[in-house]
C-alpha cells in the first residue's frame, strides 16, 4: 500500500535557523513524484517543492531544499534561515506515476511548524 | 490569473439539506479532484474526474457526488450531508493525472461545517 508517514505532530523552531521536517513514504512504483505544501492559518495549500523519483540531484527552491534519500524511502523537507511567515502547517505527499495512476496525492498527516521570534 | 475558485469559503448548514461545492479552474485542465482535510489525517481524495463526463471514486467518496459536464467545472454534492462531513474541503487541477513538477493548483478551501 502508498502511504506517507509524517512522524512530527508539532516543530519550533528559533527565527533565522534551519529547520527539517521528516517524512517517509512507501510505494513500490519505480516512478512516482514527492510534494511538499504549505497551509499558513488562512487555509489554502501553497506548492513548495518537488522531487521525481528518477531526479539525480535533490530539488531546491530558494531557502527550501529537499533532503531524497531513495534508499531509506525518506523525503525530508529542510527550511534555511526560518523566518516568522513559515509558521504553518506542512504536508509531505506523494503520487506515483505507475499502472493504474489515478493522479492521487497521498498526503501525510502534517508537521506544524512555529518560528519563535 | 492562473486559478482554481471554489466557492462558498464557508458554509453552515443542517443534516439533510442538500448543498453544492462549486469548483472552476481557469487553466483548461484535464484533471480535476476533490478532497477533504481532518486533523489528524491530512488530505483524503474524495472523487477525481480525468477528463469531460470521466469522473470515478476516491478514497472517502460516500455521501459525495460530482459531475463534469465541462472542462473547467467540478462540482462536489453533498446530497444529505451529516456532521460526520464537516471537514475542510480542497479543489485541486492539474494539466493530467501524470503531470509532473507542475503539480496540482489548489482552490482556497471550503470549510463546512454540518449541524
Known amino acids: 500500500a502508498q502511504k506517507i508517514t509524517q512522524t512530527q505532530p508539532g516543530m519550533f523552531v528559533q527565527e533565522k535557523e534551519a529547520v527539517t521536517l521528516d517524512c517517509t513514504y512507501d510505494?513500490?512504483?519505480?516512478?512516482?513524484?514527492l510534494f511538499w505544501y504549505k497551509q499558513p492559518s488562512s487555509g489554502e495549500m501553497i506548492f513548495l517543492i518537488y522531487?521525481?523519483?528518477?531526479?539525480?540531484q535533490n530539488a531546491t527552491e530558494g531557502r527550501y531544499s529537499l533532503n531524497f534519500q531513495k534508499a531509506r524511502k525518506s523525503a525530508n523537507l529542510v527550511i534555511s534561515a526560518s523566518q516568522l511567515g513559515d509558521s504553518a502547517m506542512y504536508f509531505c505527499?506523494?503520487?506515483?506515476?505507475?499502472?493504474?495512476?489515478?493522479?492521487?496525492?497521498?498526503f501525510g498527516q502534517g508537521t506544524t511548524l512555529q518560528v519563535k521570534p | 490569473e492562473a486559478q482554481v475558485t471554489q466557492n462558498p469559503r464557508y458554509l453552515i448548514t443542517v443534516t439533510g439539506k442538500k448543498l453544492t461545492v462549486t469548483c472552476s479552474q481557469n487553466m483548461n485542465h484535464e484533471y480535476m479532484s476533490w478532497y477533504r482535510q481532518d486533523p489528524g489525517l491530512g488530505l483524503r481524495q474524495i472523487y477525481y474526474s480525468m477528463n469531460v463526463e470521466v469522473t470515478d471514486k476516491g478514497d472517502v467518496p460516500e455521501g459525495y457526488k460530482v459531475s463534469r459536464k465541462e472542462k473547467r467545472n467540478f462540482p462536489l454534492i453533498l446530497e444529505s450531508p451529516s456532521p460526520n462531513q464537516t471537514s475542510l474541503y480542497f479543489c485541486?487541477?492539474?494539466?493530467?493525472?501524470?503531470?509532473?513538477?507542475?503539480?496540482?493548483?489548489f482552490g482556497s478551501g471550503t470549510r463546512l461545517t454540518v449541524v
Open positions: 505527499a506523494m503520487r506515483a506515476h505507475g499502472s493504474g495512476n489515478t493522479g492521487k496525492l497521498i
Open positions: 485541486a487541477s492539474s494539466l493530467s493525472q501524470g503531470a509532473g513538477r507542475g503539480g496540482y493548483t
Open positions: 510505494t513500490s512504483d519505480p516512478s512516482y513524484g
Open positions: 522531487q521525481g523519483s528518477y531526479d539525480q
